[in-house]
T-cell receptor
Framework: DTEVTQTPKHLVMGMTNKKSLKCEQH?????MYWYKQKAKKPPELMFV???????INESVPSRFSPECPNSSLLNLHLHALQPEDSALYLC????????????????FGPGTRLTVT | QKEVEQNSGPLSVPEGAIASLNCTYS??????FFWYRQYSGKSPELIMF????GDKEDGRFTAQLNKASQYVSLLIRDSQPSDSATYLC????????????FGSGTRLSIRP
């Protein structure tokens, strides 16, 4: 089973709203990721968690705040977003972090389509 | 030079033919290579991964890796209209361990 679930599927929010995206996996994976994807572009890495600790922050604006409450869950808290933040937000997980002598395959969830008005 | 390069396409292939998708990468120390398929409006789906030089086959898909020439390719045999999608090449770069670097994707269209 390689399932990663994400909720909600769609989200419309105003620039003053606070909302959260949720991601869950039950594969025992210890690395989890948030990506942002704009139309006709590849996924763009935002955050990486390894063993529930933030490992990589790709200089993401503070209006995006990640949280990893436990090894199966990953949240992305959103506040004061801009219209240009509208995109598909993807969660992914892998058994562990990709390493220099090998890598662990990343499996993506279905994504949350976010529209900021 | 981009770290991972793909021809954006569209690549048009007749149904039943072999579709050949190519990807080059700049970091000679890269170890791990992935192919994802992405339908419009959907998330990427992992279809192949390859870590060693040579060919790796899975059903109609074959991934080929040539580390000396720094390219990785994906062959799709007996192409079907359902194979029409964007194919993303992804590489774990030696200099960017812990991150997968994606190419910009090749749009494949299978014509009936």
């Amino acid at each position: 089973d390689t399932e990663v679930t994400q909720t909600p599927k769609h989200l419309v929010m105003g620039m003053t709203n606070k909302k959260s995206l949720k991601c869950e996996q039950h594969m025992g994976h210890r690395a989890m990721y948030w990506y942002k994807q704009k139309a006709k572009k590849p996924p763009e890495l935002m955050f990486v968690y390894s063993y529930e600790k933030l490992s990589i922050n790709e200089s993401v604006p503070s209006r995006f705040s990640p949280e990893c409450p436990n090894s199966s869950l990953l949240n992305l808290h959103l506040h004061a977003l801009q219209p240009e933040d509208s995109a598909l937000y993807l969660c992914a997980s892998s058994q562990d972090l990709p390493g220099r002598t090998g890598a662990y395959e990343q499996y993506f969830g279905p994504g949350t389509r976010l529209t900021v008005t | 030079q981009k770290e991972v390069e793909q021809n954006s396409g569209p690549l048009s292939v007749p149904e039943g033919a072999i579709a050949s998708l190519n990807c080059t990468y700049s970091d000679r120390g890269s170890q791990s290579f992935f192919w994802y398929r992405q339908y419009s409006g959907k998330s990427p789906e992992l279809i192949m991964f390859i870590y060693s030089n040579g060919d790796k086959e899975d059903g109609r898909f074959t991934a080929q890796l040539n580390k000396a020439s720094q390219y990785v390719s994906l062959l799709i045999r007996d192409s079907q209209p359902s194979d029409s999608a964007t194919y993303l090449c992804a590489v774990v770069s030696y200099s960017s361990a812990s991150k997968i670097i994606f190419g910009s994707g090749t749009r494949l269209s299978i014509r009936p």
